[in-house]
């Protein structure tokens, strides 16, 4: 829960004097600045830094959970987008970045690490390849073959994703390893968000999408997921989301601060305050 986080972080935060507190705030704060001057009445935010997902309705939290954001060298992305859709049961293809670094250098010493993980090779006619026919030495960056890890419990995506748009290619979702939540430092993707409490930010979406129509909604998605169906459902509310990257924040009239992992606010002290 977020009680022992933050005792974990207060631990780990013992080492920071007034000086170091002091630009941590006026850094959060800045960033704050560049918030809309007006936030919606209800909205998703995510904090990358705290590895936490709220839901606000009114100023009120409505929903907290878990998180896993990005490691160090595959960060999470700060944005602004509003959730659009829900994917039962989806299919996970990777991006280019995850072919180029670890897929093809995996399949280059074992062409049956693809089936290892789940992996199909498909061609551009949408054919299956077998991976041990395909001559892997004239690769290094790209490859003419599209990887598609299938829907299921041991897909990286888990057996929902919540779809928003963005030009990184990331997304809230659901995780096949389910266990790395009970870690207090859950900085471990590839940029994606894994939520924990993934089933109570579906049923609020679809409660808020159509307060006529939520039930009916549910009761399709529920059986989508129980029969284990790959389908997509557009929502007609769509509900904003914000992702940032904030190393403290006020919490029952405390300001608890979190590990600067990313190195962020360590850029921009120096940039702003070294000369000073």
């Known amino acids: 829960d977020w009680s022992s986080d933050v005792c974990s972080s207060d631990l780990r935060m013992l080492n920071l004097d007034d000086r170091d507190r002091f630009f941590r705030i006026a850094i959060t704060m800045d960033k704050f600045k560049k918030l809309p001057t007006r936030l ?3 909205y998703i935010w995510v904090n990358a830094c705290s590895n936490y997902l709220r839901v606000m309705e009114d100023g009120n939290q409505k929903l907290s959970s878990r998180v896993i954001t ?20 989806p299919q996970w293809v990777p991006p280019p970045s995850i072919i180029q670094k ?4 995996a399949v280059k010493k074992n062409p049956g690490y693809l089936q290892k993980k ?11 390849v077998d991976p041990y026919s395909v001559d892997w030495s004239k690769y290094n960056k790209s490859m003419p073959y599209k990887v598609v890890q299938g829907s299921g419990d041991a897909n990286a995506l888990g057996i929902i994703k919540f779809f928003f748009e963005n030009k990184y290619a990331v997304y809230l979702h659901d995780t096949n390893q389910r266990y790395l939540f009970g870690s207090p430092m859950r900085n471990l993707s590839h940029g994606c ?3 924990q409490q993934w089933r109570e930010l579906l049923n609020y979406l679809l409660l808020k999408d159509s307060l006529r129509a939520g039930y009916s909604r549910r009761d399709s998605v529920n059986n989508w ?7 997509q459902l557009s929502l007609k509310t769509r509900v904003p989301l914000f992702i940032r990257y904030l190393s403290c924040e006020g919490q ?3 300001i608890i601060f979190y590990d600067d992992v990313y190195g962020d606010d360590k850029l921009l002290r120096e940039r702003w305050f070294n000369r000073k």
């Open 40 to 42: 919606p009445d209800n």
């Open 70 to 89: 990005g490691k160090p060298l595959t960060r999470t992305p700060m944005l602004n987008s509003a959730i659009s859709a829900l994917i039962t049961f």
């Open 102 to 105: 670890e897929i093809l250098p």
């Open 118 to 128: 789940g992996f199909s090779l498909l061609n551009s006619k949408g054919e299956e």
């Open 193 to 195: 968000v894994r939520v």
């Open 225 to 231: 997921l129980k029969n284990k169906e790959k389908r």
């Open 252 to 254: 029952n009239g405390r």
